[in-house]
């Protein structure tokens, strides 16, 4: 992978779709942008393109194949792979759903019952194990026959995980490993990686030596193709550097977090050390789809830097205004947002290209301290507008009397 510049955009950020796309990247970007990373673009159920239901074609709404060698034959492209799981209307599962233990899918997919000595975990178990909720990850489906069972999965309905102790899912990868290869990839990104294997009394997240092996054998389907690889962990700098020892590109998540702290406090010393330690075969950035990240801030900043508690007063949700919504002009709607059981206040602010952001804000943020104070502007308005409304119908009605 050469040093250039990785452009990272869903297929129709930069326009409608992936042919628009090409002509953003050609007429406007040529000789700028080395590489792009189109975030999933095949049909998917659920979180804009992570629950592929396939990777054979590209979703319909954005282009076909041809769209993406198009854009290969100048930038080298990124691909999303979801190697930890597939939707839960891809037709492997929903055969699995149909057919159950006559689907040749049947132990594609982590099946409670089979995972777990004793047919489900303990408390013990789940306590171990590195979630995304708080309960067991898990589902439970219900068959065609009526039956029902507890499947694994990770991340939400849509999104179920693949065994990687079964043939028939190993097989699957490689052969979707392969066809994307074929097909103009020329990095493969393993989304959501520390997930992919699972032992039962374990965190269940990246679990060695088993990750390594599964690590080895993607990049033997890739290599003859001179495709890399880009397993994503989002999880502490350690991790990427002991996956950068091996010799695997990483991310550098830790960056985005430096450089804010730099620009922010003057001070580059963090930046420069971390700089120094780094690992050299990585992808730097500056921001992802998935936020930045902040689960190391004690290593790379001593515990000065950790905050026991933080008061949030005030929640304000900026959206593309819509001609055709209707929107609460006055603010008499009392608006929550749960953070941690916690009911703040929040307000959700249209936007249009143009408008000073900064004075919106700060007005919100005004009136919601004089609602704080006991001042609620909205409802003073509708009392003064009601008692003049009064007075004028008063002074009508009196007027009728006198001309009777």
Known sequence: MDNTIMLITYADSLGKNLKELGGVLRDHLDGVVGAVHILPFFPSSADRGFAPMRYDMVDPAFGDFEDIRAIAQRHAVMFDFMVNHISAHSPYFEDFLKNKDASPYRDMFIRYKDFWPGGAPTEDQVDRIYKRKPRAPSITVTFADGTTEDIWCTFCEEQIDLNMNSAVARKFIRSTLRDMCEKGAAVIRLDAFAYAVKKPDTSCFFIEPEMWELLEDIEEVVKPYGVDILPEIHEHYTIQQKIADKGFWVYDFALPMLVLHALYTGKGEELVHWLNICPRRQFTTLDTHDGIGV??????????????????????????????????????????????????????????????????????????????????????????????????????????????
């Open 295 to 404: 689960v190391d801030v004690r290593q790379l900043f001593g515990m000065s830097a950790i905050k026991i508690s933080q008061e949030i007063d005030m929640v304000i949700n900026l959206e593309p205004w819509d001609d055709h919504a209707v929107y609460d002009r006055l603010g008499l709607e009392g608006a929550v947002t749960e953070i941690l059981g916690v009911s703040v206040p929040s307000i959700t602010i249209p936007v249009k290209p143009g408008r000073n952001l900064a004075s919106i804000v700060e007005v919100a943020a005004i009136n919601n301290r004089n609602r704080k104070m006991g001042h609620n502007a909205a409802l003073e308005l509708t009392r003064r507008m009601d008692e003049h409304f009064k007075k004028l119908s008063e002074e009508e009605d009196g007027a009728d009397v006198y001309r009777t």
